[in-house]
């Protein structure tokens, strides 16, 4: 996610897997014109997958969070709730970026959009994706209405009119209208659609 445009600038639909890791950072490469600094969870193939997409022109830290259990919990809460936050480490990786901008909030706050918004996130119920073919297509529509159509409450427009992607606020007519004409430009290749192949 852009912090400050608040856009969804790419993503992969498949595995937490490292193949998968390194596409997405690829193919943010391709988006990025400027040293960009990043901020990642502590997922293990982040740093190699920053360094092959960028090399030495990126800032990038990671923010881990360490979580303590809460064993008060009954076995449902305990089961699918992560526990509380006990501790957060900042480790810069690469670069110099600034201690104030490390931060995983934005991109935490639009999975809970997503999950919230989404059904096919929400886990235990019949809306949940069965299909990767459909779910890739939900998860297409979901972040161009978050783009386009969406106001963001705190910019007072959509992220692609922050981004000067567009200069109006897309309505869901223009967006399916969109999203139906051909298209000649390829999807991010992940190790699932390569695996389906």
Request: glycine share 4%; aromatic share 8%; hydrophobic share 40%.
């Amino acid at each position: 996610m852009a912090a400050t445009q608040k856009a969804v600038l790419n993503y992969v639909v498949g595995k937490r897997s490292t193949e998968n890791t390194e596409a997405l950072a690829m193919d943010l490469r391709t988006r990025i014109v400027n040293r960009p600094q990043i901020t990642s969870d502590g997922y293990t193939p982040y740093p190699g997958a920053v360094e092959a997409a960028f090399g030495w022109n990126v800032d990038f830290a990671q923010l881990t969070k360490k979580y303590v259990s809460d064993s008060s919990l009954p076995d449902a809460a305990h089961r699918y709730s992560p526990g509380h936050v006990s501790g957060v480490q900042k480790d810069v990786i690469r670069g110099m970026p600034d201690p104030e901008k490390i931060s995983t909030s934005y991109v935490e706050r639009f999975n809970l959009s997503s999950r919230m918004q989404m059904r096919r996130c929400t886990r235990l119920t019949n809306g949940f994706s069965k299909k990767l073919e459909n779910h890739r297509a939900a998860v297409a529509l979901w972040v161009s209405f978050y783009n386009l159509c969406r106001v963001h409450e705190t910019l007072r427009c959509t992220p692609a009119m922050a981004l000067g992607v567009t200069d109006h606020i897309w309505t869901i007519a223009e967006l399916v209208s969109t999203a139906l004409e051909p298209s000649d430009v390829a999807a991010v290749a992940t190790s699932d659609s390569r695996n389906n192949a």
